[in-house]
Each structure stands twice: as C-alpha cells, then as structure tokens.
C-alpha cells in the first residue's frame, strides 16, 4: 500500500486583509495553512478599535464601497450583509475657511459648487464622464488593467492640464488627498482617472463591528497564530522555506513549509527577502520592494457635541498645500454620561496632514491630542463645542503611494513572482481592502499553479 501523501503546507506571514485573502484561497486548494500575524487580531490597516464606553463600540477606520466586486462577493458568501452600515458619500471641501458640500451624485451640485471656477466646473463633468466610459480599463485595483494607462505621468500634471490650478486644487485634489492623504504630486494619473470613473453613484458603507470581521471569516481554516512576528525566512533542502516567528511571549519557534506567501507592508517584506537567494526572489522583485513608499497615518478621535458638526460628514481641506489637518471624518455614537444617561454625540476621525503627521507619529498620546484639538476648527471654524479627546490610532505603513510607473512594475513583478516564496499586498495595486484582497488571491493561485 503506497503511503499516503499529506497536504501542502503554506505559511501566510501576515494577517490583513491580502493574508486572509490568500489563506482562504489555500484553504479552498486543499492546503495546510498557518497564518502568522504580529498583532492582535486579524485585519491589519482594516482593524478597528472597541470602545465600551460608546454604542456602537467600533471604530470605523476603513470603508466598504459598491464597487467593490471581490468584497461584495465575499459579504454574498459570509451572510454579512446585515453588517452593513451605509453612510453619507457626500464630501465637504474646506477651502479659505470656508465649508462646501460637493456630492459626487449629483452633476448639479457640482455646476453650483463655488470654491472653483464654473469653467473648470464644465470641464471637470466633463472629464469624469470620459473616464466613466472606460471603467473596465480603469480598474482601480487591478494593476494588469491599468498598466498600460500608467505612462509615467502624475496626477497633478494630469490634472492641471484638464483643469486650471485652482479647479483642480479646489475640485479632484482634496477628493485624492482626503482619503489617502498622499501627494498628488507623487502618485500615477491612473490611480487619479480610475476614481473619476468609479466613484460617481457609489454607494459608502461601513461594517457594524468593523471590517476585521470580513479578514476574520477569511482565515477559517488556516491555523491562525497572533502575536507572532516572523523574523526571519531561509531556504533548505528540497525548496522548502525555514520560517522563524517570535511569539509575544516566549523563545523564538522555527517550522518548514512547502512554501509561502509574504503579505506584510513592502519594507518589512523586502528584509525577510534578504537572506532568500537570488533563484527565489529576483533582483527585480527586491528592487520592487525596496522602492515602494509610504504615507503614515495618524487617527486622533475626539467626541464632540452633534449640533457642532453634520453626521455621516466626510469634511477635507481644500488648496495645494499639505494643510496641518488634511481631513475630518464624523459618526453619531451614543455615549453614557455621569449618571448612566444616553447623551447623543459624535464620534470624529481627525487626520493630521503630512507634515504634522510624522512629527507626532510615537509622541505621547496626550501632546498628540493637544496639538490636534485646536486643528479642528482649521476644518470647521464654527465648531463650538470643545472636543474631548477619546483613542488614538496609528499606521506607520499607512498608504503605500501609487507612484507613477509603479503599475507597471508591478505587474512585471507579479508575472515573475512564484514558488516557494510569492509576495502579496496593496503597493502591488491601490491602497484598498479590495486591492489588497484580489493581491492576495493571485499570490495564492501563483503558489497553486493557477495563475
């Protein structure tokens, strides 16, 4: 009788959303998968933080959008879609002291919106429609997609050629920078053009408890290790990848797999390649991991009375220039007060910019609630109530820049990529839970031959 063969044995060295993807991918394969995560809990950038003291109890850190096709599919799948939470996709534009809605839903919203010129206003509607004509080319997570769009230019330069200075930088340049808070100097035209096309007529949502659940139904499966930080990778004899993680408590573990997937931030990523050989990882693959970029992010939540600011408000700055708050994100939570009542307040999401941002990244909490607090009035100058500090969230890695030419690379590097070590996350394409997801699936299927 001829023994009998076991199963593949991956390691996923990562937890967020890219490594839950590929677990699941694996799982579904027939593969013996451990995932190892440093934090926590799974999610990674996704993750929200819970708070007793509030109803709902989750910070909302990330948001599920409509178009969102592999997200959608999954919330189809798990039965989450009583999870859902929709919110207001209406944006602020803060510009001169000076707050403006601007509804992507709604062309005449935009004719009246007075922050830019009624040519540029003509010219943008004009624009996003061209660009909604080429949706299947212009995916915003697919980089083998738009690839071929991404010729070097930047999204300043694109815009300031469709627009002038001033529409731009009153018009698409907050609704970039808002988000991701990166320079619009610093990432592809693409990545500017495949918003344009998708973000009109979508629907925003968040999850009730969180996005991490979504991370967490993924992992099902796969031997799921938190607090265990992956050190180290080596090759042994056969192919096979020497894994050493140290377990937040305790000495250093070692174990061989058959192979692995490394989704975790590029610079993290790119010193557990270093001691792989050349044969395993590339010269280009390192070259590519090397050169990927952040933007920090720095989550300071206050609680605020709800006649100081509109609920569900997505409230960003406005002009060219790195402002000392780049934008202001509120929820309606109910809060208990002294005597155990119910008080009605909101929850506010306020994101340093750039500068600022990585000046107070590791400070003491109290100094970074201290230099934010007056910030908020720089958003909203009719703020009234005096903002009570409440949790602090920090991402070092926070959003990997879309760089021009960066899509292209990757795809050159996805293409090249395989057994017995295969790199997934979002710097491969957006910086998107849906991005990161699809990155994951596909070093997944590199590994299973599949792709």
């Known amino acids: 009788m001829s023994p009998v063969s076991r199963p593949a044995r991956t390691a996923v060295i990562g937890g967020g959303m890219a490594g839950c993807a590929a677990a699941r991918t694996l799982v579904k394969a027939g593969r013996e998968v451990v ?60 510009h001169k002291g000076r707050p403006v809605p601007l509804s992507s839903d709604s062309p005449l919203n935009l004719l009246k919106y007075p922050h830019a010129p009624l040519a540029d206003r003509f010219r943008f509607l004009l624009w996003s429609l061209g660009e909604v004509r080429r949706r299947k080319q212009l995916d915003l997570f697919d980089p083998v997609k738009v690839a071929p769009f991404d010729d070097g230019t930047s999204a300043a330069e694109l815009g300031y050629r469709k627009l ?39 629907e925003f949502y968040v999850f009730r408890d969180g996005m991490q659940v979504l991370a967490e139904r993924n992992a099902e499966g796969a031997d799921v290790r938190t607090g265990h930080e992956v050190t180290d990778l080596q090759t042994v004899d056969g192919g096979r990848v020497r894994v050493t993680a140290r377990p937040a408590s305790g000495e250093p573990v070692t174990e061989t797999f058959d192979d692995v997937v490394v989704a975790v931030p590029a610079p993290i990523a790119a010193k ?10 590339g010269a280009g693959t390192r070259r590519f991991l090397e050169s990927q970029e952040y933007e920090p992010a720095l989550s300071v939540s206050f609680l605020l009375d709800p ?21 202001m994100i509120t929820y309606p939570r109910r809060v208990r007060d002294e005597q155990g009542r119910p008080v009605d307040r909101l929850l506010v999401f306020a994101y340093p910019g750039r500068a600022v941002t990585r000046r107070l990244l590791g400070r003491p909490t109290e100094e970074q609630f201290a230099e934010v607090a007056p910030l908020l009035r720089t958003l909203w100058p009719d703020l009234a109530a005096e ?18 030419g960066r899509y292209r690379r990757s795809v050159e ?39």
């Not at 557990?272 to 990882?281: D, G, K, W």
């Open 35 to 94: 995932l190892f995560e440093a934090g926590e809990g799974l999610g990674g950038r996704a993750r929200s933080w819970h708070r007793p003291e509030i109803e709902p109890h989750v910070g909302i850190n990330l948001m599920y959008v409509s178009f969102y096709p592999l997200m959608t599919e999954l919330i189809r799948e798990y039965g989450l879609r009583d999870e859902l939470v929709k919110i207001s996709s209406d944006v602020y534009i803060v």
């Open 164 to 202: 002038s200075r001033e529409g731009f930088d009153t018009l698409l340049r907050p609704q970039i920078e808002g988000f991701w808070n990166f320079a619009c100097e610093k990432i592809s035209a693409v990545h500017a053009r495949a918003l344009l096309a998708w973000l009109g007529g979508s």
């Open 272 to 281: 557990l390649a270093a001691a792989l050989p050349q044969e395993v990882v």
């Open 307 to 327: 006649a100081g600011l509109p609920s569900h408000a997505h409230i960003v700055a406005g002009g060219p220039d790195d402002p000392p708050l780049r934008n």
């Open 387 to 404: 903002p009570q500090p409440f949790q602090i969230a920090e991402r070092p890695f926070g959003f990997p820049i879309p760089a021009p």
């Open 413 to 451: 590097v996805m293409r090249n990529q395989g057994a017995p070590v295969v790199f997934a996350g979002d710097y491969f394409n957006s910086p998107t839970t849906e991005a990161a997801m699809l990155s994951g699936v596909r070093a997944a299927e590199k590994l299973l031959g599949t792709r």
